[in-house]
């Protein structure tokens, strides 16, 4: 075997591992994730996982990766196509409620909040840096409406991306509770009375 | 001892154990709950946890009830002392955010949803039960406002009651990852955003 061939089947075994780990942290969380029981499921011997893997931490970590990548290339990548402003705005809330039916019920990456977000350590950093990054994703859809003119300079895209998470995050609570559909419907009438209340209220001004 | 006496104890020991098992759910979720170390905590034996509880669902059961009860007690209760209205709606989300600091980012109750929405038993009809109770006391709130001449007769209560629980959850969310006291203070003015675009759309039709 060649370096190369036996490099892609390191890879390889390496992507098996964290596709099964995702899959076990989607219901039971990273908490619930246990290297004897994913040895288990994906027919190798624990030392064969933590050749991967150094510790059950690195493991966690490239999981909270993986559904970092998965999040964005389902919610923001294709939002992207769409024109700056409101248009792609609205593109990624709705992905973003979409998001909630894909991983039935279970992000991985809103779990690890519940579960780090009180654990000094190097999850809790992970964990608090993407929260932040997706954050300055809103905030810079929010700017893009104000450089297309559809909300005022004065906005405080902060605010209204804080606003926009909690729309997510009730769609997500009710969706399990009550059913997506219903969810979704109640989540996209608040995100267009949140928007047109932000673009409403900045039009008062520029009639002074 | 008489009867009444053992009666007594009884009674406190069960809430002995109830108040440890709350705390460890707390920090745990009601999954971490587990018969053997909670009865270390309270230095008796499992049988002996086991005599109060006829079974662990019996226990997570009756840590819901407190659970619930400690909301109601903390956030709905002292409100309830407020007028009718716009401030008795206030003075719940205020109490509300505030449950996040209370419970140091760790609700039962929140934690019991992502625990149970996708798990058909006693736990999960006992998580949507309450969960539809509270939705209805919030619409109930808003109803006052409307009675109150606060808002249009038109509102939507279900939909504003929607948008406020999304404001409680984004604070909760926040408040452990970056800070409680920002954390309130976005929520804050996202309550009076959200109420008063509420209050100025209901206006327009009755300009007309």
């Known amino acids: 075997m060649s370096s190369l061939t036996a490099t892609n089947k390191g890879a390889a075994t390496r992507e098996a591992i964290l596709d099964q780990a995702y899959g076990i942290a989607c219901s039971a969380g990273l908490e619930g994730l246990s290297i004897g029981p994913l040895a288990t499921a994906v027919g190798m011997s624990k030392s064969g996982v933590f050749a991967h893997f150094g510790s059950r931490e690195d493991l966690q970590l490239a999981v909270l990766d993986k559904a970092g990548e998965r999040f964005v290339g389902f919610v923001l990548l294709p939002a992207l196509k769409q024109p700056r402003g409101v248009v792609r705005l609205r593109a990624i809330v709705d992905a973003w409620f979409d998001w909630s039916r894909h991983t039935d019920g279970g992000c991985v990456l809103l779990g690890a909040v519940s579960e780090y977000d009180d654990r000094p350590g190097a999850l809790r950093d992970w964990v608090v840096e993407q929260q932040k990054r997706w954050r300055q994703v809103l905030a ?43 969810a979704v419907a109640r989540g996209r009438r608040a995100f267009e009375r949140l928007f047109r209340s932000y673009a409403d209220a900045d039009a008062v001004p520029s009639l002074a």
């Open 140 to 182: 810079q859809a929010v700017q893009l409406c104000i450089d297309a003119g559809e909300l005022d300079p004065d906005t405080d895209t902060e605010q209204l991306a804080f606003e926009i998470y909690g729309l997510a995050l009730i769609v997500h609570h009710d969706a399990g509770l009550f059913g997506f559909d219903a």
